[in-house]
């Protein structure tokens, strides 16, 4: 296992030329310097120097952050921002009572065990290899990575088998388990792991793409590999908009997009909505600003969550759209929260749908 001194030459190649404060969304709102990479490195510094203690108060500040990694794109130092923060973590957590208490609640035994529950009480029956209507004698091969959350709220999966049994694919369903995402960035570094190679072992398949209904999921499982050794991936959305397809709404439908600060592109966007009738897009002002749920983040630092959500709420309700869409259920759950905190909850914003449950509701799905 990593420890934080390996990462000493990434810590020192921090130049503290300050740039990741103009993208830091909690910099935004804090104005506290210690919020953003900068003074996060300086803290570590002094730690790897023996200055220092890796305790509580460096800990607050290791958890003012969003894991957006929109500094970690900007900085001119290249430095991966996320994965020293989540050792740093580690290495604190790893021997407190709370630490090893939240270590027990993500175990397999705990976790684990909860998460096949529920997968059990909302299986839709197909697991295993799940042929949609074939049309031709050589499918695309989809390696279906469903996230967890469709373990509890399956409306996505089945929305997606819905629309995905009209394509001329084979969706292939295997046993995965979380993506790891909430244990890497609680630093629970084990469990990641151990999910990790769970995962890997079932890619001993054939298939043409891992399919995801998560941005979250798919960045993480891409951070299994090497970015040259990775197999292809391609979210649910961007699959629909290289298929032939006419996506019909009777009636006019005005819609945004909200872009997960996980999905690498939305790129797709464009050429998905032109396949489908009657709806028109309006962009919203930042629609790729982080929406400030990030999971654990909207818990430790519900009032900062709340502002950033409140700004993302109210860039949506400007647009007048009536659907605000996005591809990534914690942002599903950060613009509610955003509307919560707005007091607008009530007064019918525009409704959050992921991507694909908006085009389940279309009228009239047609393969041309
Ligand atoms: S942009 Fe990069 S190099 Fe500059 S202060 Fe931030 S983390 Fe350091
Ligand atoms: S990952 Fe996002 S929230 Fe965290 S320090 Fe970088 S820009 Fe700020």
């Known amino acids: 296992m990593k420890e934080l001194k390996d ?4 810590i020192n190649r921090c130049s503290k030329c300050g740039l990741c404060q103009s993208v830091c969304p909690v910099y935004k709102i804090t104005g506290n310097d210690c919020a953003v990479s900068r003074g996060k490195f300086v803290m570590l510094e002094g730690v790897l120097k023996g200055d220092l203690k890796l305790g509580k108060n460096i800990e607050k500040y290791l958890d003012m952050c969003l894991k957006c990694e929109k500094c970690k794109n900007f900085c001119p130092s290249g430095i991966d921002v996320c994965e020293i923060f ?4 580690y290495q604190y957590a790893k021997d407190t009572f709370r630490g090893k208490f939240i270590k027990f609640l993500e175990s397999k035994a705990v976790f684990g065990n909860f998460m ?10 197909r697991d295993g290899k799940f042929s949609a209507r074939t049309k ?3 499918p695309v091969k989809l390696l279906y990575f469903k996230g967890c959350v469709n373990n509890i709220f399956p409306k996505v999966e089945k929305d997606l088998k819905k629309i995905f049994e009209k394509l001329d694919v084979e969706l292939i369903e295997k046993d995965f388990d979380c993506c790891g995402l909430p244990f890497l960035s609680g630093g629970n570094y084990e469990r990641f792991e151990e999910v990790k190679q769970h995962n890997l072992a079932l890619l001993d398949c054939e298939f043409d793409y891992i399919l995801t209904d998560c941005a979250s999921c798919e960045s993480t499982l891409k951070s299994y590999f090497k970015p040259d050794e990775a197999p292809k991936f391609i979210n649910a959305a961007e699959f629909l908009s290289t298929q032939n397809l006419k996506i019909k709404f009777n ?3 005005k819609v945004t997009f909200h872009k997960p600060c996980h999905l690498e592109s939305a790129d797709f966007l464009t050429g998905l909505l032109n396949r489908c009738e009657n709806i028109s897009y309006i962009e919203m002002k930042d629609f790729d600003e982080c929406c400030g749920f990030a999971g654990e983040f909207a818990l430790k630092n519900p009032q900062i969550s709340a502002e950033i959500a409140k700004n993302k709420a109210k860039n949506i309700i400007d647009t007048g759209a009536d659907y605000v869409l996005t591809t990534c259920p914690a942002c599903v759950a950060g613009i509610l929260e955003g509307y ?3 007091g607008v909850l009530h007064k019918n914003p525009p409704k959050v749908k992921n991507i694909i449950e908006f085009l389940a509701k279309a009228d009239e799905i047609i393969l041309e």
């Open 7 to 10: 990462f000493a030459d990434d």
């Open 86 to 89: 989540n050792i740093a973590k």
């Open 116 to 125: 096949n529950l529920m997968k059990k009480i909302h299986s839709t029956g």
């Open 136 to 138: 031709s004698a050589h």
């Open 251 to 253: 009636k006019p439908v």
């Open 340 to 342: 919560t905190a707005l």
